[in-house]
């Protein structure tokens, strides 16, 4: 059974740094690409950041590029997105999510981790 | 800037028949934008029901069928059921590794 877990959300200040991470088990994570996806409080789903099953490519939302970092190491089956200057409108959870490839819209998700930017 | 464009609010019968719209500000949803369609109850992580289009993911009924309509992508439930009462989202990809969601679409059963 695929399962997605992640973590690292916290409250954190505009202007912070957060890391959020992902573990993945259940299948062979190295041959799949990863995606986060984000849900602002009472909004829609807005897709934030895919990488492929490599590591070697990634993309981004315009809403998030030059700021996020998406990576993954996949010895350790393992997610993660780097969050920089973080706004109040990052405000959101944030859910890891398992896709055949890049091109191909995520399958799994996780249950989400809450990111809280306030003063 | 890529606008993906759903109906934001639906009522069905239940026992009835309703299909929801997934479209593109500009320009035509085809199979190549690999239309994908997710369900979410409050307080819930997204259910993927169909990807590619129309391939139903694992678990998920029969009456939940994906197409290409028109220049829409479309997600049509057969045989509405209260608990399909949910918020209904469509996901499209723009290219070079670019996915846009819709808004959502509020079905109610009733």
């Known amino acids: 059974e695929v399962q997605l877990l992640e973590s690292g959300g916290d409250l954190e200040q505009p202007g912070g740094s957060l890391r959020l991470s992902c573990a993945a088990s259940?299948?062979?994570?190295?041959?799949?690409?990863m995606s986060w996806v984000r849900q602002a409080p009472g909004k829609g789903l807005e897709w934030v950041s895919v990488?492929?099953?490599?590591?070697?490519?990634?993309f981004y939302a315009d809403s998030v590029k030059g700021r996020f970092t998406i990576s993954r190491e996949n010895s350790k089956s393992t997610l993660y997105l780097q969050m920089n200057s973080l706004r109040a409108e990052d405000t959101a959870v944030y859910y890891c999510?398992?896709?055949?490839?890049?091109?191909?819209?995520?399958?799994?998700w996780g249950q989400g981790t809450l990111v809280t930017v306030s003063s | 800037q890529t606008v993906v464009t759903q109906e934001p609010s639906f009522s069905v019968s239940p026992g009835g028949t309703v299909t929801l719209t997934c479209g593109l500000s500009s320009g035509s949803v085809s199979i190549s934008s690999y239309p994908s369609w997710y369900q979410q109850t409050p307080g819930q992580a997204p259910r993927t029901l169909i990807y590619t289009t129309n391939t139903r993911s694992s678990g998920v009924p029969d009456r939940f069928s994906g197409s290409i309509l028109g220049n829409k992508a479309a997600l049509t439930i057969t045989g509405a059921q209260a608990d399909d009462e949910s918020v209904y989202y469509c996901?499209?990809?723009?290219?070079?590794?670019?996915?846009?969601f819709g808004g959502g679409t509020k079905l109610t059963v009733l």
């Open positions: 996901v499209l990809y723009v290219g070079t590794g670019i996915w846009v």
């Open positions: 999510a398992k896709a055949p490839r890049v091109s191909a819209a995520p399958v799994d």
């Open positions: 259940g299948f062979t994570f190295s041959s799949y690409a």
């Open positions: 990488i492929d099953s490599g590591g070697s490519s990634s």
